[in-house]
């Protein structure tokens, strides 16, 4: 583990706004396979209420601002979060400069937190369901990925991204009508 | 792959709508599962499927019979309460109600006891809309899409809020778009639902209206239809009229009026036209058979039994909170969660869910699919074709006559659809309930899994621009939305595709469709748009 580093994950989740229909699959699978702890999270745009799941930043915010270095950029260059070192201050979702990273029970599809567990007290962080995906061949994806029936999420390196005409955006995204963007 | 052909592999699927995608069960802890989707990204599970694993072993699970005694309940053995709901019945008649998404095998078992059962009446509960809609389809003779099938059409007509009724079918429409950019995608939603933001055409449809949307449409496409001057249908109609493969999904949305057999007719007809077909996105895997079965079955309709309620007994079904009524009392209910139904019921009963139940199911496309079961029924609690058998046996019948299972990929030729009633005068403001995609039916399952409980624990209203600058509404507000006498909380939504003058509350909760209940119209059961009244709650209520 490091703190600081310059390995770049190998694939990222990316979203095509041109096909999320706001399903909240996304969320649901990850909150019933995270302890009800989900990772992605959601970002108002005009019309649109899109999912923002953390792109596993190169140099990434968070890892810094954490005081008790709970976030850690493991050798995959995954940003993880260590459970039991976490104390939920928040200062890793006040640095992330995309918003992905829920601050606050919400109650709404910004970012949410189980409250009736010892999770509670913690901040809830994308580790790109490494069980299925550690060690598996190249088919498999992490569970936001899987459950999207309208195949807006997926699992891609940034060749494939480039390929596909896809930017990896960050988690906020601007503008009035995302839609419009076709 | 034929409609008829049948498909063989057997793996546990999600049962709630036609999509029947495969869910696993995994165990996350002693007595508890939860749901997985496939490995690969072949696959996908929308939120009712994500809620199915956590039911299985769910806290409120009831698997034990109850009596009620004014606000109180008892506990009471099994045998006793089926004694007790056959004494209570004597020598007068009982309806089983059914549900009618339930394998093809337990409808015709049920059916063999209820006809071997003097005084016993079998009706298949479906959502009263999605039934007409399959009445009107199989009288069309349309041929019916699902799935792959849907990349491969060259043209769209979306009516009701299909992409979020069944959101596995946008995977087709946008694969077809990615290869063929200027594929027209029409919409017909007066509610402005999913779809309305992937529209290459938007029809003007007034509230109510959509019967009136959709021939305009096919009008223009060539059809012999009444095309009356909507000037956007028009424009949609001859973007389709091209089209050598249409692919027509429709949602029957709750509340929306009593044409929806006419619409599956019509929709059916130009689907039929333009050599394409029609996608039923119903509540459930099986409405489809229901709607083939019942006939065969000896079942009764909905609006048939709802002449008399106090002998109901619900099985597997929550007819209450689906038709949204309030202040009724029934018989006696067999859930597998507390709903509507059992909080009317006299007595309760305990009944697998419907994915403890392997069987056939006649899901998207009209394909006959074999389903496992995700994990067998706890012990002692019955499948609902087990619960109808013990019934008939403790109200003195020995035997049935095992009935040949009809063959659920026989189509029927139902009668075409007489005219449809004019509508009604378009209340105003007018309250719509609309489909969303974490709830399935009234919610009556679905509403416990553990994300909809967290994330979407109320209905969503959603609230044009207008409206919303007008009753001084901000989005994710809570208000109460109240109409037919009735009241519900729910979260505020700005939606700028909405028109002034509709509110679209989420159709997924009982509460919800207590707002516009359904009502015998004509033999059918149907809810028309409300006037509603829209308050701001207090801060504290949040």
Not at chain 1, 52 to 73: N, S
Not at chain 1, 129 to 150: K, L, M, Q, S
Not at chain 2, 447 to 455: K, L, N, S, T, V
Request: aromatic share 4%; with cysteine.
């Amino acid at each position: 583990m490091t703190t600081a580093s310059s390995i770049a994950v190998a694939k990222r989740v990316v979203t095509n706004l041109d096909r999320c229909i706001e399903c909240g699959s996304c969320a649901a699978a990850c909150y019933v396979s995270h302890g009800n702890m989900p990772a992605v999270n959601f970002a108002q745009s005009g019309a649109a209420l899109l999912p923002v799941i953390c792109r596993q930043c190169k140099a990434a915010a968070c890892v810094e601002a954490c005081p008790v270095e709970a976030m850690v950029l493991d050798e995959a260059g995954v940003v993880r979060r260590r459970i039991f070192r976490c104390i939920g201050c928040g200062s890793c979702a006040r640095a992330c400069p995309f918003g992905v990273l829920p601050a606050r029970t919400a109650g709404v599809p910004a970012g949410f937190r189980s409250t009736d567990r010892m999770s509670g007290h913690q901040i809830p962080k994308c580790d790109l369901c490494e069980d299925r995906t550690a060690g598996a061949d190249g088919d498999v994806v992490p569970r936001c990925v899987a459950a999207c029936p309208a195949g807006a999420l997926m699992f891609v390196d940034e060749h494939r991204a480039a390929a596909e005409h896809l930017a990896i955006l960050g988690g906020r995204t601007t503008g009035e009508n995302p839609y419009k963007r076709r | 792959m034929s409609q008829t052909e049948q498909k063989h592999e057997s793996v546990p699927r999600c049962t709630l709508c036609p999509a029947l995608c495969s869910v696993v069960a995994v165990q996350s802890g002693p007595d508890a599962w939860r749901s997985e989707c496939e490995q690969t990204d072949q696959g996908a599970m929308c939120p009712r499927g994500s809620a199915m694993g956590d039911l299985l072993g769910h806290r409120r699970r009831i698997l034990s019979a109850r009596r009620r005694r004014g606000a109180q309940t008892t506990h009471v053995d099994i045998p006793a309460a089926l004694s007790e709901i056959a004494s209570r019945v004597g020598g007068t008649d009982a309806t089983i109600l059914l549900d009618g998404n339930l394998p093809c095998e337990e409808m015709a078992v049920a059916a063999a006891w209820c006809k071997a059962w003097p005084g016993a009446k079998l009706c298949l509960v479906i959502e009263p809309a999605d039934e007409q809609l399959l009445l009107g389809i199989e009288a069309s003779g349309a041929d019916y899409l699902a799935g792959a099938d849907l990349s491969e059409c060259d043209g769209f007509l979306i009516v009701g809020d299909a992409l979020a009724a069944n959101p596995t079918c946008a995977k087709g429409i946008f694969d077809r778009r990615k290869t063929a950019t200027r594929t027209p995608i029409v919409v017909i939603d007066p509610g402005a639902g999913t779809g309305s933001k992937f529209a290459t055409h938007v029809v003007d449809t007034a509230v109510g209206g959509e019967l009136a949307a959709l021939a305009a449409v096919a009008a223009a496409a060539g059809l012999d239809a009444a095309a009356g001057d909507n000037a956007s249908a028009a424009a949609a109609g001859k973007a389709l009229a091209g089209c050598k493969r249409l692919a027509v999904l429709i949602a029957a949305e709750h509340a929306r009026g009593a044409a929806w057999r006419q619409i599956g007719y019509l929709a059916g007809q130009l689907a039929k036209a333009k050599g394409g077909g029609v996608a039923a996105e119903t509540f459930g895997a099986n409405a489809l058979a229901a709607v083939r079965l019942g006939p065969k079955l000896g079942a009764i309709p909905l609006a048939a039994a709802a002449e008399n309620t106090a002998n109901w007994i619900a099985v597997g079904c929550d007819p209450i909170g689906l038709l949204g009524w309030t202040g009724r009392n029934i018989l006696a209910a067999a859930c597998p969660l507390p709903n509507a139904t059992t909080d009317a019921a006299e007595i309760v009963l305990p009944v697998a869910l419907p994915w403890e139940i392997g069987g056939t199911y006649l899901g998207g496309g009209a394909r006959s699919v074999k389903t496992l079961a995700m994990l067998p029924p706890p012990a002692g609690v019955p499948t609902p074709a087990q619960l109808v058998e013990s019934l008939a046996r403790a109200a003195g019948i020995g035997a049935c006559e095992r009935l040949s299972a009809p063959d659920p990929a026989a189509r029927t030729s139902p009668d075409k659809p007489s005219s449809a009633p004019a509508p009604a005068k378009a209340p105003s403001p007018a309250l719509l309930l609309g489909r969303q995609a974490a709830h399935a039916g009234s919610g009556a399952l679905s509403g416990y899994g553990p994300w909809q409980a967290e994330a979407i624990g109320m209905p969503e209203l959603r609230v044009s621009v207008e409206d919303a600058r007008e009753l001084g509404l901000k989005a994710v507000a809570i208000v109460t939305v109240r109409a037919n006498g009735q009241a519900a909380g729910a979260r505020v939504k700005i939606a700028p595709e909405l028109k002034a003058g509709r509110l679209v509350i989420s159709e997924g909760f009982a509460l919800s469709r207590a707002l516009a209940p359904c009502r015998a119209d004509g033999g059918q059961m149907a809810a028309e748009p409300v006037v509603v009244a829209v308050s701001k709650e207090s801060a504290s209520a949040e």
